[in-house]
């Protein structure tokens, strides 16, 4: 059982340049996210998905973009990365809508934009 | 959003002390979950507790939804402990927020 996996592990990307970060998830859960991790500022959500199809912006979404084409997958793409865009990106999955809402994280993407 | 405050930010700890950390929340959440991230930066999950009490091993967690609070409690400490605790809540919409974290070094 894999549970979340993220790839790449860590990425050096020229500033201007799209970058795609893939996850997916092997649980089945309905729901999935994206966060930014910035040291001081604890994880911040970027984007998130309650079911395929649909997507919904977090507390950070601009210059990011996600798809949910299915369960399993959930890409976040950056269309012409910046250098704050620099952070560790962690992908997480949930099953939205259970008594037990518990999430949980894959092991994370660490980015850096020259 | 949902404010999210931790206490305190940082803490060391002598190996087999005795710790309580605090979250403290903004408004109506419909769950609370308590995360430790190790130093080789995995998230992993300790609580999922909206309400009531909850205990596994030398950890415990209780949240009070009525009055916005979590605890979690350690009871003595480890070295392996060491690393930043998260506490993370649920809006109605799903969204989770995070507090920044109490950094916890424990030595031996």
């Known amino acids: 059982i894999a549970g979340i996996t993220q790839a790449p592990t860590s990425q050096i990307l020229a500033a201007g340049r799209r970058m795609t970060l893939r996850c997916t998830q092997d649980?089945?859960?309905?729901?999935m996210y994206w966060y930014r991790q910035d040291l001081g500022l604890g994880l911040r959500l970027i984007h998130y998905?309650?079911?395929?199809?649909?997507?919904g912006k977090g507390e950070v979404p601009d210059g990011y973009s996600v798809s949910r084409a299915n369960t399993d997958d959930f890409p976040l793409t950056l269309a012409s990365a910046v250098p704050s865009q620099t952070s560790v990106y962690f992908c997480?999955?949930?099953?939205?809508?259970?008594?037990?809402?518990?999430?949980?994280f894959g092991p994370g993407t660490r980015l850096t934009v020259l | 959003g949902i404010q999210v405050e931790q206490s305190p930010p940082d803490l060391i700890l002598q190996e087999g002390a005795n710790s309580t950390l605090r979250c403290n929340f903004s408004?109506?959440?419909?769950?609370l979950q308590w995360f430790h991230q190790n130093p080789w930066g995995q998230l992993i999950n300790l609580f999922y507790?909206?309400?009531g009490t909850k205990q596994n091993g030398r950890l415990s967690a209780t949240t009070v939804a009525t009055e916005r609070y979590s605890l979690l409690y350690i009871s003595s400490s480890q070295t392996t402990d060491s690393g930043v605790y998260f506490c993370?809540?649920?809006?109605?919409?799903?969204?989770?927020?995070f507090g920044t974290g109490t950094s916890l070094t424990v030595i031996p």
């Open positions: 997480a999955s949930s099953e939205q809508g259970s008594p037990n809402n518990e999430q949980f």
């Open positions: 649980m089945r859960h309905n729901a």
């Open positions: 998905s309650n079911t395929a199809g649909t997507t």
């Open positions: 408004d109506s959440v419909n769950n």
């Open positions: 507790i909206p309400s």
């Open positions: 993370a809540v649920v809006n109605t919409g799903n969204q989770f927020y």
